[in-house]
């Protein structure tokens, strides 16, 4: 007992001097690090002498072509060929929908998974696709000098749109790839890319979704993990499988400590780059309202759980569905939050502004950057709010904004002389269009939720004294406001919608229903506040540009430009990182996986397919499992193939941890990992759990095996 007293007053005194020490920090007093802007290198700018110097490896131009015809492009996600035969890999979790559309009522391929035992069982994925980058230009002088062009920012901008239409449809007619204009160093330098389309993808190999996603939502951007996270499509053309030149061939050999590794993927959207003006007003205004409405929804479909026990797996679904993006969206906007990680970045800015204030010729074309971008964001905080208020969001807006809104539009195309009309507003369809504004079945439990989340949302927003905010929920908040709104609104009765509707267009425009007319005042104003918000962006891009120019003459390519979904290598190490009082292991091996399973009670999500439940007696439970590393990757990087010096593929990335996700803005290489599936985890399973040979040896001769 008196050990146990002791051991809580050390905490409680460790505690109270980090919190004292953080509260001490003078942000004057931070300085921003080498790697803040990140590891994302492009392409288009190798960075042939910074491997050179940090890891004495010797890289040359074929080096990089073949790593970069190597990698692929899905819908969101990453992937590259794995062999000879157009062999492709990425992760499960890209591979989903997929998995869904294919499955039958006779075979789910989400919970069962799939192996076709033979090339011709191979199932095509219908309007899928996978994008080869194979062709580079600059175009950085033709589209600078169209984007010149014009006396107001809006010339300035459709000319820099009809320069970047003309590049990609003329390269488009002379090759036949699907072009792209890419900006790089906001604005600095624009590429033209020419992607080889793989339009005929089958699907291979499949795990079930329990392993790939152990651990469910909970597990989610942690470590240690678990994860089998893994999925295996091939190319085909003329019916027959891609014979790719270059592809990444599997190592079983593993990675030697400190031994540099490199991921190579598309990764999404990272804002590094930024203004400090420009990270504090998505702070204050697009990440503050989503992190609040994300995270409150999350958290009141937990409560209904125990409102309505019998859907619980219903909710939960929807968490899952949205657990990623409430993960992803508050962390980032924790990180904004934070005064030493804003003091770093307000430091990179200081040393920007020094280099050009000190340089009379930069100064002169430059100076004024970041005043100006200052200017548009303050001016955007009073579009902003009321944009964010008034858009009707499909994920989060109840459907009785919808329904306000369809009641609107019924009535505005009822304005209009018969043959302007839309069809489905025209006398013979006017009946079922009526039928049509509200749902046979409303779920009245989650749209009375979302309208509770959305009323503090907009309250947030708009403020306590807003009209619309006062006349559509009183002075209430959350579950009273929603009371409050369906008490004095007809929207959640069909039978009164609907005879509204019959009425015709002067009773809805009319109506002092507080949404019906909240809806039509609201829409209106919303086109005016877009086309202003439309206005400062494109002059925010003018000024935007110019700081990406002068950042390139500042740093030129020793630092990497911000992400954009398009492909780039970033280079680590395995590294271990601190975590709940203790050191995460670098690499995870199946005896944790079954230590989950047992401690968590075989329950979900912590539960495993029959298939892992009788594993064969060669089954090493030692094999890796899931490895960090210190791999710069974001959201796009997922199925990014994980490669040595040597370009052969050791991982697949799939994740980071919690200390990750602040990489939308600031790379802290010191905790920041990847997480990724040991390929000899792949390898094994497919070989002795799901004894699919033709792909084992596949993977591991780096070709079809006959």
Known sequence: MKKHFYSMFILIFFLAFIFNLQAQIDPDTVKSQKFDTGKMWSFDY???????????????????????LSALRLPGCTASFVSADGLIMTNHHCARSVLEELSTKENDLIADGFFAEKLEDEIKIPNYYADQLVFIKDVTEEVQTAAETGTTPDEKAKSKEDKIKELTENLEKETGLRAQVVSLFNGAKYSLYGYKRYDDVRLVFAPEMQIAYFGGDFDNFTYPRYNLDFTLYRAYE?????????????????????????????????????????????????YKGYAF?????????????????????????????????????TTIYKGLCDPYLMARKKDFQR????????????????????????????????????????????????QYFSIAQKLIDFA?????????????YKSDKLDSTIQSIYPEELDKLIEDTKLSVWADFMRMHLGDEDNYVRSLFGN???????????????IDERDKVLKLAEEGADAILNSSDPLIAFIKESQEQLK????????????????????????????????????????????????SFDYNGTKAPVFTTFYGLYDRWYSFNKEYPWNLHEIWTHLPDDFNLSTPFNFISTNDIVGGNSGSA??????????????????????????MPHNNRCVAVDVRAIVHSIEKVYKAKRIADELKAGKIID
Not at 242 to 262: A, D, M
Not at 551 to 561: D, E, L, Q, R, V
């Open 46 to 68: 190798p960075p042939v002498e910074y491997f050179k110097e940090a890891y004495g490896l010797e890289t040359d131009e074929e080096w990089f072509e073949d790593v970069r």
């Open 351 to 398: 040393k920007l502004q020094e280099a050009v204030w000190n340089n009379p010729e930069l100064k002169e074309k430059y100076g004024t950057i970041w005043e100006n971008i200052e200017k548009t964001q303050t001016e955007m905080r009073q579009y902003g709010p009321k944009i964010m208020a008034f858009t009707i969001n499909r994920r989060f807006t109840p």
């Open 642 to 667: 994980i490669i040595n010096k040597n370009k052969e593929v050791v991982g697949l990335a799939f994740d980071g941890n919690m200390d990750s996700i602040v990489g939308n803005f600031i790379y």
């Open 238 to 286: 003329n019916g027959k499988p891609v014979q790719p030149e270059h592809f990444f061939k599997f190592t079983l050999n593993g990675i030697e400590p400190n031994e540099p590794i490199f991921t190579v993927g598309n990764p999404g959207s990272t804002q590094r780059l930024k203004t400090v003006a420009q990270l504090e007003y998505i702070r204050d205004v697009v």
């Open 528 to 575: 005016e506040l877009r086309e202003k918000a439309e206005e400062i962006s494109h002059t925010t891009e003018i000024y935007d540009d110019m700081l990406g120019q002068v950042i390139f003459k500042i740093y030129s390519t020793s630092i990497p430009p911000d992400a954009n979904f398009t492909l780039r290598i970033s280079d680590g190490k395995l590294a």
């Open 476 to 490: 209430n908040k959350g579950k009273d406001a929603a009371e409050y709104l369906l008490k004095n609104s007809i």
């Open 412 to 424: 505005k195309e009822l304005q209009k002389p018969e043959e302007e009309r839309l069809p489905d």
């Open 293 to 329: 409405i994300y995270d409150t929804y999350y958290n009141e479909l937990e409560k209904l759980k125990t409102i309505a026990p019998e859907r619980a797996d219903e909710f939960e679904d929807i968490r899952v569905n949205i657990g990623n993006s409430q993960k992803v969206i």
